[in-house]
T-cell receptor, first 115, second 111 residues
């Protein structure tokens, strides 16, 4: 059982739609992450939040907008996506930001399809 | 910048046979190394991690990995593979709060 919960599991949306992905963890972790994973590729880092503040943005297009309302919750707001944005979006968390010896715990992801 | 190379895209082993998945890393400082496994349609599960100390680390599901600084390697091993081990395996190195993954190795298990 994963301790990082992502909803929804699947999402189909048109290019003009606005939707949000949700990620929740109750392990008391203070770092949270969004990754994008295309088929047959490794995950690629998109954003890192440390203590609810955005600390890393890997030059992600503005049609992806992250939000961290509290220490347990991480959202990814989607607007005007392109077909190439279809992918598995993974959320992860780790205990303490800034310490490299903390393993990241992943959710099962949201499978996003853009029509 | 750190990087990870997994030389084998696919590996097929017979059930009950031993397994070794290769991983080579590049990182200037002391590496923090991980192996994750991903089953189809699922997220990544942490198998084991190396931070410091004993270079042979034990993980879940009977996996182990050996850190060899001289070879910049962190190979994953299992003495007897089960059909349920069929999945994709990712080696990763962390630095600067970023986790960098190798391209992954797909393991197929034949009965």
């Amino acid at each position: 059982d994963t301790e990082v919960t992502q909803t929804p599991k699947h999402l189909v949306m048109g290019m003009t739609n606005k939707k949000s992905l949700k990620c929740e963890q109750h392990m008391g972790h203070r770092a949270m992450y969004w990754y994008k994973q295309k088929a047959k590729k490794p995950p690629e880092l998109m954003f890192v939040y440390s203590y609810e503040k955005l600390s890393i943005n890997e030059s992600v297009p503005s049609r992806f907008s992250p939000e961290c309302p509290n220490s347990s919750l991480l959202n990814l707001h989607l607007h005007a996506l392109q077909p190439e944005d279809s992918a598995l979006y993974l959320c992860a968390s780790s205990q303490e930001p800034g310490y490299s010896n903390q393993p990241q715990h992943f959710g099962d992801g949201t499978r996003l399809s853009i029509l | 910048a750190q990087s990870v190379t997994q030389p084998d895209i696919h590996i097929t082993v017979s059930e009950g046979a031993s397994l070794e998945l290769r991983c080579n890393y590049s990182y200037g400082a002391t590496p923090y190394l991980f192996w994750y496994v991903q089953s189809p349609g699922q997220g990544l599960q942490l198998l084991l991690k190396y931070f410091s100390g004993d270079t042979l680390v034990q993980g879940i599901k009977g996996f182990e990995a050996e850190f060899k600084r001289s070879q910049s390697s962190f190979n994953l091993r299992k003495p007897s593979v089960h059909w349920s081990d069929a999945a994709e395996y990712f080696c990763a190195v962390e630095g600067g709060n970023k986790l960098v993954f190798g391209a992954g190795t797909i393991l197929r298990v034949k009965s």
